[in-house]
């Protein structure tokens, strides 16, 4: 996701009043030798962040550091976000993508530990000597995802990283192990304290007398930050006789009113910023004076941090910006709401934008955006870091806010609980009804009716689309209508309705270049059998590649799968395992994708029974079903047994078969809208091959004659076509050759095999026979040219596990680990062989993977060693 860059930069070490500690460094660095995790715990004003960047800035050159600032707000996610930006620079060997990492670890439980430890591992093996992780303001993580993550890190972190964990109070982690394993080094406000000698050495500096250097420790106690102020204000001012926060405050209040009234201001206006730079200074309306006012805040020693060089930018002490954030509130309340207000049209980062609008009193505006960037947030925060977003407001203005209820229906929406994100978005349509608000109440109508669709409650979907004319309305609001009226149609069974409205869908999407838009839209399996639909979705999946471009991410793992199934249906299963292949190995890459893994079990299943491995296709169902994701509901459910039943059917097993009838029947008592006017009897075709199985000849052909005389409504994943090829079998059975090419025929006219891929070795028996005059040369020769692309997927493929390590290795890949072998780093290769550094790191894990390798160390050497033995340059 967007981050402010400085979350993951150290700060600058800076000459200022504090004067070097030897003796306090040399114990932090001593702790960073020989203890696996440093925990600095003080209040606020010790100087955790100055004493940690005086000991990095000592570090080797060796010595990798990833550093974390850490904010009010920080979770998990966040955290792992900054994590990976912060370990870029080292090029671990990610094994599974760090978008995928984050996506998993949301899912939480024992997820959680999955992801900590395939972070351990790949920092493990980072080609770094030495590597420290600091963890800045970490008492922020306050979730318990955030602990349970930090603690997995504490018990199994290895021997080449250090943990550094900078807060104001202990966190709530289990260190009373690594405490009395001697792991754990503690430093507190004692040890950060000055003690009276260095109070002594820096009142000497400032000019003061010996005695007023006692009274000067006796009134700060060692605080760092009250010494600063109270030395600031030596010079004839009367101070108070002990310094606290309290009284920081108020101290740092007089220094402020003794400032020139250029800076003072420019101080109060600008605090609303978590960093500031003279670009973003300007932008919040400053004048051409930020530089010189910045320049003179560092020269003051303002408490202030510098964080970047270029541009110049600072980060105010936190004491010291909550201060002048209040004074700015007591005595410009007005302006300080618009400077917030400012300052979030300038923040890219979604949680401090958010914070900033809350803070400004603006909730509306700030659900409003949530709403607007909804789709994009998702991408970066994934949908429960969306959802997470909508719990920082008030309670009871989420209630009343259609925009939230929105945001919460779209993020329950990708976690697939339909039910959930359809109520919200019915709380949504309610109340942009009472706002007036109708073209907030049409989308929301328009989105909820898609929800309803999923759900099954087709009549109630049929009630809110008839409202809606998608070629009245534009934008998103039409695509998103058109989508409702397509899953409609296919799911009520009107099946022939389905082409042509996605078709005019495809076309509007053609239009909109944003991949959330593509992404709600993709095609499922059930949709892609659907009569008309194998050039629309070559269509749809064309234009899906194009705004894809090179990225990699799940909608392309979505894309891929959808367009495998496509290809299948079209009669070309190699191709289409081919693909599925790619679209496996983007979701092995990119984590964990629920609807690609549903869809691609469904589709392997497929293959094998083409191979003719039935017990492993029944397997794969089986899974398919037991993996049923709950938010799908009975609707889904009756859809999954379905898909079972019918290769129970497929591969003759009558008693799966039969228990699967029976499942169905059970799970459709509660579906009144699976009898609709075009879907009157759903288990017709399955209940004939069940009568043809069980050897009731002449109740099976009834039952497919009655079946076919229904037509389109019968046609889920193409039964239809499945059904004709198994009546014309029987009929030929039974010395019925016209009957049986009068049964065929209608399958031959369309222009792929569609359901008759269920039924593969008989489509095979229909190919070879001698049809003479009965079927026409058109027919023929499409039945044999199906015939003929399919016979090689009736053979077992070859393992990948018989090739060499040689033969695994794609061109592109071993060019990339000749970079590798070369010393460069992922930027290098990215920038040498014009590709995305994403890509790079995918081509990394795939190379470790396919040589079962640990590191790019590893990678190299075996690289070198294969160019011993073989021409320079060459992989064969």
Same mark, same amino acid.
């Given at each position: 996701m967007a981050l402010a860059h400085t979350k993951t930069r150290a700060p600058r070490p800076r000459a200022g009043l504090l004067l070097p500690r030897p003796a306090l460094l040399a114990r932090?660095?001593?702790?960073?030798?020989?203890?696996?995790?440093?925990?600095?715990?003080?209040?606020?004003?010790?100087?955790?962040?100055?004493?940690? &960047?005086?000991?990095?800035?000592?570090?080797?050159?060796?010595?990798?550091?990833?550093?974390?600032?850490?904010?009010?707000?920080? +979770?998990?996610? *966040?955290?792992?976000?900054?994590?990976?930006?912060? $370990?870029?620079?080292y090029d671990p060997p990610w094994r599974v993508a760090p978008e995928g990492l984050r996506d998993a670890a949301l899912r939480g439980g024992a997820e959680i530990v999955t992801v900590a430890d395939a972070m351990l591992n790949a920092l493990e093996a980072c080609e770094v000597q030495h590597g420290l992780i600091v963890l800045d303001d970490a008492h922020h993580l306050a979730d318990p995802a955030s602990q349970q993550f930090l603690d997995r890190w504490l018990a199994r972190m290895g021997e080449r990283w250090r943990l550094v964990l900078a807060v104001r109070h202990e966190p709530p982690l289990r260190l009373a192990r690594l405490r009395a394993s001697g792991e754990l080094a503690d430093l507190g406000p004692a040890e950060l304290a000055l003690a009276p000698e260095e109070v002594e050495q820096l009142a000497q500096a400032a000019g003061l007398e010996e005695a007023a250097a006692v009274g000067l420790y006796e009134r700060c106690q060692g605080w760092p930050a009250g010494l600063r102020l109270a030395l600031g204000m030596s010079q004839g001012q009367r101070l108070p006789a002990a310094i606290d926060r309290a009284t920081f405050d108020y101290l740092a209040a007089e220094v402020l009113d003794r400032l020139e009234p250029g800076l003072r201001g420019f101080l109060l206006r600008t605090s609303v910023l978590h960093e500031l730079d003279a670009a973003r200074c300007q932008a919040l309306g400053e004048d051409m004076h930020a530089a010189q006012w910045l320049a003179e805040m560092e020269r003051l020693s303002l408490?202030?941090?510098?964080?970047?060089?270029?541009?110049?930018?600072?980060?105010?002490?936190?004491?010291?910006?909550?201060?002048?954030?209040?004074?700015?509130?007591?005595?410009?309340?007005?302006?300080?709401?618009?400077?917030?207000?400012?300052?979030?049209?300038?923040?890219?980062?979604?949680?401090?934008?958010?914070?900033?609008?809350?803070?400004?009193?603006?909730? +509306?505006?700030?659900?409003?955006?949530?709403?607007?960037?909804?789709?994009?947030?998702?991408?970066?925060?994934g949908a429960q870091g969306l959802l997470d977003l909508t719990k920082r407001f008030d309670p009871a203005f989420a209630e009343s806010s259609p925009e939230l209820h929105r945001v919460k229906a779209l993020s329950l929406w990708v976690l697939w609980e339909a039910q959930q994100a359809e109520w919200?978005?019915?709380?949504?349509?309610?109340?942009?009804?009472?706002?007036?608000?109708?073209?907030? @109440?049409?989308?929301?109508?328009?989105?909820?009716?898609? @929800?309803?669709?999923?759900?099954?409650?087709?009549?109630?979907?049929?009630?809110?689309?008839?409202?809606?004319?998608? $070629?009245?309305l534009s934008g998103e609001l039409r695509r998103v209508t058109l989508l409702g009226r397509t899953w409609?149609?296919?799911?009520?069974?009107?099946?022939?309705?389905?082409?042509?409205?996605?078709?005019?869908?495809?076309?509007?999407?053609?239009?909109?270049?944003?991949?959330?838009?593509?992404?709600?839209?993709?095609?499922?399996?059930?949709?892609?059998?659907?009569?008309?639909?194998?050039?629309?979705?070559?269509?749809?999946?064309r234009g899906a590649m194009q705004v894809l471009g090179?990225?990699?991410?799940?909608?392309?793992?979505?894309?891929?799968?959808?367009?495998?199934?496509?290809? $299948?249906?079209?009669?070309?299963?190699?191709?289409?395992?081919?693909?599925? +292949?790619r679209a496996e190995a983007d979701a092995a890459w990119l984590g964990r994708i629920v609807i690609a893994r549903n869809q691609g079990q469904a589709l392997h299943a497929m293959f094998e029974l083409i191979a003719g491995r039935h017990d492993e296709a029944m397997a794969l169902m089986r899974l398919r079903v037991a993996e049923q994701v709950?938010?799908?509901?009975?609707?889904?459910?009756?859809?999954?047994?379905?898909?079972?039943? *019918?290769?129970?059917?497929?591969?003759?097993?009558?008693?799966?078969?039969?228990?699967?009838?029976?499942?169905?029947? *059970?799970?459709?008592?509660?579906?009144?809208?699976?009898?609709?006017?075009?879907?009157? *009897?759903?288990?017709?075709?399955?209940?004939?091959?069940?009568?043809?199985?069980?050897?009731?000849?002449?109740?099976?052909?009834?039952?497919?004659?009655?079946?076919?005389?229904?037509?389109?409504?019968?046609?889920? @994943?193409?039964?239809?076509?499945?059904?004709?090829?198994?009546?014309?079998?029987?009929?030929?059975?039974?010395? +019925?050759?016209?009957?049986?090419?009068?049964?065929?025929?209608?399958?031959?006219?369309?222009?792929?095999?569609?359901?008759?891929?269920?039924?593969?070795?008989?489509?095979? !028996?229909?190919?070879?026979?001698?049809?003479?005059?009965?079927?026409?040369?058109?027919?023929?020769?499409?039945?044999?040219?199906?015939?003929?692309?399919?016979?090689?997927?009736?053979?077992?493929?070859?393992? &990948?596990? &018989?090739?060499?390590?040689?033969?695994?290795?794609?061109?592109?890949?071993?060019?990339?680990?000749? !970079?590798?072998?070369?010393?460069?780093?992922?930027?290098?290769?990215?920038?040498?062989?014009?590709l995305s550094p994403h890509t790079v790191k995918r081509h990394v894990a795939n190379i470790l993977d396919k040589l079962v390798l640990n590191s790019r160390g590893e990678a190299a050497a075996w690289w070198r060693d294969r160019q011993a033995s073989t021409r320079p340059g060459t992989l064969g």
């Open positions: 932090v660095k001593h702790a960073l030798d020989t203890r696996r995790v440093l925990l600095i715990c003080a209040p606020a004003g010790y100087g955790k962040t100055a004493l940690l &960047t005086q000991a990095l800035a000592d570090a080797s050159t060796e010595t990798a550091i990833a550093w974390v600032a850490l904010d009010e707000g920080d +979770d998990l996610g *966040r955290l792992l976000d900054c994590l990976f930006a912060a $370990f870029e620079p408490f202030v941090t510098v964080v970047d060089l270029a541009p110049h930018t600072l980060r105010l002490h936190q004491l010291f910006r909550d201060m002048l954030q209040q004074r700015l509130r007591q005595e410009q309340p007005e302006r300080h709401r618009l400077q917030l207000e400012r300052a979030a049209t300038l923040e890219t980062d979604a949680l401090r934008r958010q914070s900033l609008l809350l803070a400004a009193g603006r909730p +509306d505006r700030a659900a409003e955006l949530l709403l607007d960037d909804g789709a994009l947030l998702m991408n970066q925060l919200h978005q019915s709380r949504a349509e309610a109340l942009f009804e009472a706002r007036g608000d109708e073209a907030g @109440l049409r989308a929301a109508r328009g989105h909820r009716s898609i @929800l309803l669709i999923a759900q099954g409650r087709l009549k109630e979907a049929e009630a809110l689309l008839s409202d809606l004319d998608p $070629f009245a409609h149609a296919m799911e009520s069974c009107r099946f022939d309705a389905v082409a042509p409205l996605f078709d005019a869908l495809v076309t509007e999407l053609l239009n909109a270049t944003t991949l959330e838009t593509w992404y709600i839209c993709s095609p499922p399996p059930r949709q892609i059998s659907c009569v008309g639909m194998a050039p629309v979705a070559d269509r749809w999946y090179n990225r990699l991410l799940p909608f392309g793992v979505n894309a891929h799968t959808a367009q495998a199934w496509n290809l $299948f249906w079209q009669g070309r299963p190699e191709e289409s395992r081919q693909l599925l +292949d709950p938010g799908y509901g009975a609707w889904g459910g009756w859809h999954a047994h379905f898909s079972l039943a *019918r290769m129970a059917a497929a591969t003759g097993n009558r008693e799966a078969l039969a228990e699967a009838l029976e499942r169905l029947a *059970r799970i459709g008592a509660d579906l009144p809208d699976l009898v609709m006017p075009h879907r009157p *009897r759903p288990l017709l075709g399955l209940q004939a091959q069940l009568a043809a199985l069980q050897g009731r000849r002449d109740e099976a052909i009834a039952a497919w004659r009655g079946f076919l005389a229904d037509g389109e409504g019968g046609d889920l @994943l193409g039964q239809l076509a499945e059904a004709r090829v198994l009546l014309a079998a029987v009929l030929l059975e039974g010395g +019925d050759r016209a009957g049986a090419a009068g049964a065929l025929a209608p399958a031959l006219a369309r222009r792929e095999p569609g359901g008759l891929m269920w039924a593969v070795p008989r489509l095979l !028996q229909m190919a070879g026979e001698d049809w003479g005059e009965l079927l026409d040369g058109a027919e023929l020769a499409r039945l044999r040219g199906w015939a003929e692309a399919v016979r090689p997927a009736t053979r077992i493929a070859v393992d &990948t596990q &018989t090739q060499s390590p040689d033969e695994r290795l794609s061109q592109r890949e071993a060019e990339v680990i000749a !970079q590798i072998a070369a010393g460069a780093s992922n930027k290098h290769i990215a920038r040498a062989l014009d």
